[in-house]
């Protein structure tokens, strides 16, 4: 038993901290939220020069084969700067790639992901399928007259996270032998670009007869995505624990330095008391990310994984919940402003919450997971 | 990171299972596990077995009787009592007292009190709370005058203690009493103070709690005698022992291993018994979405439980002030089970039968007719051992700088 990150890792998230802290503030990431792209360019190349973009995937490719674990102190530091580049987008795109692809699928992408040349995003998620990983109903069928390899993709797919960033998007479709992968390249599908609550980049994304790829085995591709799936919830788990250490941190340091009535608010007990909630709510949601984590790299089965990420989801709902709500709370009016970051350690909480199934979605799956 | 225990310490875990399964008599399991009241030769009967196998201190150094367990193995002995539904190891002697004197009392304290206290010969009590000072602890008012007469140099004790679990079977009560009222700082003047429970002047009153049972009293001393021999550290230093005691935690705060058997209780329990649509409970999804959240609530604590264990077995220091964390953790836990527990019977809830009566009388349901009072019951434990609210307090005060 250990809950300490190993030297390499604890190398790794200072240095990623260190980066942001620097680079990344308030007011710089106030200019990347605004700009026309929405994200930085800069950011991105000194993010996969740590290696970041590198970590999940196999030596082979250039990569470090970590796991979830080893990405875990770099989620933390991006929850806490709020972090707005295509970065996890990116990772779920590159997993697809290298759990479900062929060897030179994986040869012909994950080196150029690795290097940060690459950036990828994953079209998976439709109106009325809610979070039901299964329910898809964009369609596939094989090229007439191509070569073929080449498979025609007709569907709409919503909030796809990095969808215009993206060069190349892994798009989920039915063919007549089930939910299958495919690999698109992104000028042959409409963007609807937006941005999203938490001030990253979305878009809706619609293609009639797109000329893809297909990623991996036809008809077998819902393993690879629940797997690739707990992976991007774990590691959003991580996230949301950097981000509450966030609102945590900063409505503390609030109630000692904010004076009313002469003192400082933090004399109050019935605000000590929420904020000491808050505190334990923040070291509940850390132990069930070290949970989550760790079982996504274990090879303890998929139903053990998947029970794991979804009690640590449910917790992290509740609980980012909670926090960014009492965050603002204790901040009183200034806390509603966008002037402060606490409303955007809000904002995120809040999306993270529901991210990848919300509680209700999760409380359904661990029950079912149960039988 | 590795959530993992060591191929040594599952080793130990399936040995501390295999002893209990072979040691822990079915009567006294059955007792603890159906929720009845556990007698003074209860309690002591395990006691003793545990003392004769040398378990019954193992946080105790190795000359009075310790294990030498390093934190971890102390948890996981916890843990698979908790979860096998041994009766509890009263903590006033061997986890309170025992520790006070291990650290305060003199070598004559120490040869005096601790052999018996390990061998089950003396049964403890604490005597803190009174009626004025339950969470303001250092406003006790209990009174302890010097005095000599022809039988030699003593107190004379004049006061009442309340909350006293288990003074109905005890021996002995160590007291926080106050032997100076003139000075100004209320902690200063307090001393820690060992009573004989047979000296005369000394009355218990049972409280019967609202389940009917029978665990707490008051405690009256009317002009009570105590050898000065019998003072620990030193006078007017008892609230540094108080203190002391307070920080000595005990790894097992959260009661994780008896949350996890009660969790499977309820699960077992709720997949056999009808919901209103006659599918089982446990499919009910109003009801399995709050029993997932009270298991996810478990899980969590139990990881933090281990985050701790393992800053403490690197750092070799106590874990400080985050132990009211499982603490406020534990006992919200307990108390949502109980709580579905008794939901769970629905209807069947209602009969009343009072904690301590007859589990054989056929009246009553053996399972379902102790899930209210037990309900009822545990409302205590956000209560006691310092109040989840003094738990608030002290992580406000000692964590987070407040």
Redesign the interface.
């Known amino acids: 038993?250990?809950?300490?990150?190993?030297e390499e890792?604890q190398l790794l998230a200072d240095s990623v901290r260190r980066f942001l802290a620097k680079n990344y503030g308030f007011e710089a990431r106030k200019k990347i939220v605004a700009s026309k792209q929405g994200w930085s360019a800069e950011v991105w190349t000194q993010l996969a020069e740590m290696g970041l973009t590198g970590l999940p995937f196999s030596t082979d490719y250039g990569g470090f084969g970590g796991g979830a674990?080893d990405l875990?102190g770099v989620m933390e530091a991006a929850g806490d700067a709020l972090l707005v580049e295509p970065y996890l987008p990116t990772l779920m795109g590159g997993l697809l790639v290298a759990r479900a692809g062929g060897d030179a699928q994986k040869k012909a992408l994950l080196p150029a992901v690795v290097e940060g040349r690459l950036k990828l995003a994953f079209a998976h998620s439709e109106k009325g399928a809610r979070y039901n990983l299964a329910r898809v109903g964009a369609s596939a069928r094989r090229s007439t007259g191509g070569a073929g390899s080449a498979w025609e993709i007709t569907g709409e797919k919503l909030v796809v996270l990095g969808a215009e960033a993206a060069d190349r998007i892994v798009v989920s479709a039915n063919t007549d032998k089930g939910l299958s992968l495919f690999l698109v390249s992104r000028e042959s599908l409409r963007v609807r670009p937006y941005v999203t609550l938490d001030e990253q980049r979305a878009g809706d994304v619609g293609f009639a007869k797109a000329q893809g790829e297909l990623l991996g085995a036809e008809g077998g591709a819902l393993p690879v995505i629940e797997e690739v799936m707990d992976f991007a919830t774990a590691l959003v788990c991580a996230e949301a624990v950097g981000a509450m250490k966030f609102a945590c941190d900063t409505t503390?340091e609030y109630?000692?330095t904010r004076k009313q009535f002469g003192v400082p608010i933090?004399?109050f007990?019935a605000l000590?008391?929420r904020?000491?909630?808050m505190?334990?709510a923040h070291?509940?949601?850390?132990?069930?990310a070290?949970?989550a984590?760790?079982k996504v790299d274990s090879n303890s089965g998929a139903g053990d994984r998947a029970r794991a990420v979804s009690?640590a989801k449910?917790?992290i709902a509740?609980n980012a919940r909670l926090i960014s709500q009492e965050s603002v709370q204790l901040h009183g009016g200034m806390g509603m402003t966008e002037e402060l970051k606490v409303s955007h350690s809000f904002r995120r909480l809040t999306m993270i919450a529901q991210q990848f199934g919300d509680a209700?979605h999760h409380?359904?799956r661990?029950?079912a997971l149960?039988k | 990171m590795d959530l993992n225990y060591s191929q040594e310490e599952s080793a130990f875990r399936d040995e501390v299972r295999g002893w209990l399964k072979a040691n822990l008599p079915q009567d006294l399991r059955d007792k603890v596990v159906n929720y009845g009241e556990l007698t003074r030769d209860d309690l002591l009967r395990w006691h003793k077995i545990l003392a004769k196998k040398g378990w019954v201190a193992p946080a105790w150094p190795k000359e009075w009787g310790g294990t030498g367990w390093n934190v971890v193995q102390r948890y996981i002995f916890e843990e698979e009592c908790g979860f096998a539904g041994t009766p509890p190891i009263v903590s006033f002697g061997m986890h309170m007292c025992g520790p006070v004197l291990l650290r305060f009392g003199t070598e004559a304290q120490k040869k005096r009190f601790l052999p018996r206290m390990y061998n089950g010969e003396d049964f403890w009590c604490q005597g803190y709370s009174e009626p004025g000072s339950g969470s303001d602890l250092a406003s006790l008012k209990t009174k302890a005058e010097r005095a000599s007469d022809k039988s030699g140099d003593h107190y004379v004790v004049n006061g009442q203690k309340i909350w006293t679990t288990l003074g109905h079977y005890a021996d002995w009560i160590f007291c926080l009493v106050r032997t100076d009222s003139t000075l100004a700082k209320r902690q200063e003047g307090i001393s820690f103070l060992l009573i004989d429970m047979r000296t005369p002047g000394i009355t218990v009153r049972p409280l019967v709690l609202m389940d009917g049972g029978h665990e707490v009293n008051e405690v009256f001393f009317d002009n009570v005698k105590v050898p000065v021999e019998n003072l620990v550290h030193e006078e007017g230093k008892g609230w540094t022992v108080a203190k002391y005691l307070l920080g000595h935690e005990r790894m097992n705060t959260g009661r994780i291993g008896a949350s996890k058997r009660e969790l499977a209780k309820l699960k077992d329990f709720a997949a056999r018994q009808p919901g209103d649509d006659g599918l089982p409970l446990i499919e009910d999804a109003r009801f399995r979405d709050r029993l997932t959240r009270v298991e996810v609530e478990l899980m969590a604590l139990e990881i933090t439980n281990l985050r701790f264990l393992d800053q403490m077995r690197r750092s070799g220091q106590p874990p400080g002030a985050d132990v009211s964390m499982l603490k406020i953790k534990g006992t919200e836990i307990q108390q949502g089970l109980t709580e579905l527990s008794m939901q769970a019977v629905g209807p069947l809830a209602q009969p009343f039968r009072a904690t301590g009566t007859d589990l054989e009388d056929g009246a009553f349901d053996r399972f379902t007719a102790g899930l209210a009072p037990r309900y009822c019951n545990y409302r205590k434990t956000t209560i006691y051992a310092g109040s989840n609210e003094i738990q608030r307090n002290i992580i406000s005060k000692m964590t987070l700088g407040l």
């Open positions: 038993m250990n809950f300490d990150y190993n890792q674990v875990m503390l109630l000692k933090g004399t007990q000590q008391h904020m000491v909630d505190y334990v070291e509940q949601a850390r132990s069930m070290c949970l984590c760790s009690a449910i917790k509740d209700d409380l359904a661990f029950a149960d």
